[in-house]
């Protein structure tokens, strides 16, 4: 009885996991300027090259265009923009 109990979750947690990993894989993001779906990795969009994502000016890591501070060095990055 226990140990059906323990499969039972087996199946339950692998397709959890399973679909998780699946949702990873496809991850899109939406272009704030055109609408059009860009891949979560790219740094420009490639229909209208909106630029979505900007390089730390601290620690050089990828982050998101509207990011106050950097989550991987905290960071500020409103005082250093200079364009
Ligand atoms: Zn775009
Ligand atoms: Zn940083």
Same mark, same amino acid.
Not at 20 to 33: A, D, Q, S, T, V
Not at 35 to 44: T, Y
Not at 45 to 65: A, F, T, V, W, Y
């Given at each position: 009885?226990?140990?059906?109990?323990?499969?039972?979750?087996?199946?339950?947690?692998?397709?959890?996991?399973?679909?998780?990993?699946?949702?990873?894989?496809?991850? +899109?993001?939406? /272009?704030? &300027? !055109? @609408?059009?779906?860009? #891949?979560? *990795?790219?740094?420009? $969009? %490639?229909? =209208?090259?909106?630029?979505? +994502?900007?390089? /730390?000016? &601290? !620690? @050089?890591?990828?982050? #998101?265009? *509207?990011?106050?501070? $950097? %989550?991987? =060095?905290?960071?500020?990055?409103?005082?250093?923009?200079?364009?």
């Amino acid at each position: 009885m226990i140990l059906a109990a323990y499969v039972f979750f087996g199946i339950i947690l692998y397709y959890v996991f399973k679909g998780k990993e699946e949702e990873g894989l496809y991850m +899109k993001e939406i /272009c704030i &300027n !055109c @609408g059009e779906e860009v #891949d979560k *990795s790219s740094l420009h $969009c %490639p229909n =209208c090259n909106e630029q979505l +994502k900007k390089e /730390c000016s &601290n !620690c @050089g890591k990828i982050i #998101d265009i *509207s990011w106050r501070s $950097c %989550p991987f =060095c905290d960071s500020n990055q409103l005082s250093n923009q200079k364009e």
